[in-house]
């Protein structure tokens, strides 16, 4: 129920963020709206596609969290590979390296693969059980990834809260 609530909440702020109907001068749109929602949501839950997973609102307030943290892991990486670029003197040394992915679920693998990839110098190219093959620009960028600072706060996403 609590899924069903969320991903029809969900459908209607986007409908109203794409149709530009901000008002309740038109209940006639408005009414169209909730009901192509409900509509969506009757179908999916018929279909069952409509899991945790498809619509993780179980981790929103934990991804709000991390979004500032990746976001400022992302500014770092395109500031030191503009670095690499403008200056030929420091070193660019491709490596891949295989990353211990300590998520137990697929969604959480997945996270932490696509936060490889969104930080500038490095790429997942495989997830295979736990474990991301990543190609990475530099020996100092496989290295920090190695750390494993990235994959702690991917983990803590994924864990329930009050654990």
Not at 19 to 38: D, K, M, Q, R, V
Not at 52 to 68: D, K, N, R, T
Not at 107 to 136: C, K, Q, W, Y
């Amino acid at each position: 129920m609590r899924l069903n609530l969320s991903i029809a909440v969900f459908l209607f702020l986007l409908w109203l963020a794409w149709s530009g109907e901000h008002t309740l001068n038109s209940p006639l749109l408005l009414g169209f709206g909730l009901a192509s929602c409900a509509l969506i949501l009757i179908l999916a839950a018929r279909m069952r596609i409509a899991d945790s997973e498809g619509h993780p609102s179980h981790i929103i307030w934990q991804a709000v969290l991390y979004a500032p943290w990746l976001a400022w892991a992302i500014v770092k990486a395109n500031i030191d590979v503009t670095r690499r670029i403008l200056s030929p003197s420091l070193p660019i040394s491709p490596t891949l390296v295989e990353v211990r992915a300590s998520q137990h679920s697929d969604l959480g693998r997945v996270i932490f693969a696509n936060s490889i990839t969104l930080t500038p110098g490095t790429v997942s190219i495989d997830v295979e059980d736990a474990v991301v093959t990543v190609h990475a620009l530099t020996r100092e960028a496989a290295a920090e990834l190695a750390q494993g600072e990235l994959d702690r706060r991917v983990t803590a996403i994924e864990a329930p809260a009050g654990t």
